[in-house]
Nanobody, 123 residues
Framework: QVQLVESGGGLVQAGGSLRLSCAASGRTLSRYAMAWFRQAPGKEREFVARITWSVSRTAYADSVKGRFTISRDNAQNTVYLQMTSLKPEDTAVYYC????????????????WGQGTQVTVSS
């Protein structure tokens, strides 16, 4: 019922910038937050950034803090990830996810995921 579509990935040189977009469509019971995750070859999926849908509270992984900025457009049901000062280690498939629930510990649960968009940073 909920679809997430990422766009904006591509090839960029180290130190460059890239802006990812994630458009959400469909209906969900709750939209507590939207987030970006990434997964590099041979590595586990890792959290990148999150933004709450109501008050735009943000959180970032330490590895991207100060370089990446997550933002939202509620009217367009879109979340963005502005990436600057990109490093080769940022190379990964970036996934958009919708946090539509919370678990017993109060953590977001991500039940909807996009197909991912490839970001490749050359050295």
């Amino acid at each position: 019922q909920v679809q997430l579509v990422e766009s904006g990935g591509g090839l960029v040189q180290a130190g460059g910038s890239l802006r990812l977009s994630c458009a959400a469509s469909g209906r969900t019971l709750s939209r507590y937050a939207m987030a970006w995750f990434r997964q590099a070859p041979g590595k586990e999926r890792e959290f990148v950034a999150r933004i709450t849908w109501s008050v735009s509270r943000t959180a970032y992984a330490d590895s991207v803090k100060g370089r990446f900025t997550i933002s939202r457009d509620n009217a367009q049901n879109t979340v963005y990830l502005q990436m600057t000062s990109l490093k080769p280690e940022d190379t990964a498939v970036y996934y958009c996810a919708l946090g539509d629930a919370v678990n017993r510990l109060g953590n977001y649960e991500y039940h909807y995921w996009g197909q991912g968009t490839q970001v490749t940073v050359s050295s």
